[in-house]
């Protein structure tokens, strides 16, 4: 499957930005999905993830309360709904899709399959 992200820009601290990944191919509804991030000279970290019907979601700490995973299986997407943006989640975000991964090592970027070629968000404060 191919990955295509996009959403990101420059905001304020305090202002919301939803990332979109546009998937290529079929069976998009297979795949799990998860959204990672890397900040300049840090290694890349996961956000958040959701399994293939959408019915299970995992978040990092970090985000947690504050962006929300979503997908829509109909237009092949999936979604980043970022709130509350800090200065501190600036970074590259990539969105990558697996299959058959269990939830807890959705986390781990090593076991994703597929991954788009990254949008630049940027909080300034």
């Known amino acids: 499957v191919q990955l295509q992200a996009s959403g990101g820009g420059l905001v304020q601290a305090g202002d919301s930005l939803r990332l979109s990944c546009a998937a290529a191919g079929s069976s998009f509804s297979r795949y799990n999905m998860g959204w990672f991030r890397q900040a300049p000279g840090k290694e890349r970290e996961f956000v958040a993830a959701i399994r293939g019907s959408g019915g299970i979601t995992l978040y990092a700490d970090s985000v947690k309360g504050r962006f929300t995973i979503s997908r829509d299986n109909a237009i092949n997407t999936v979604y980043l709904q970022m709130n509350s943006l800090k200065v501190e989640d600036t970074a590259v975000y990539y969105c990558?899709?697996?299959?058959?991964?269990?939830?807890?090592?959705?986390?781990?970027?090593?076991?994703?399959?597929?991954w788009g070629q990254g949008t630049q968000v940027t909080v300034s404060s």
């Open positions: 990558a899709a697996n299959t058959g991964l269990s939830i807890l090592n959705m986390k781990l970027s090593r076991l994703y399959d597929y």
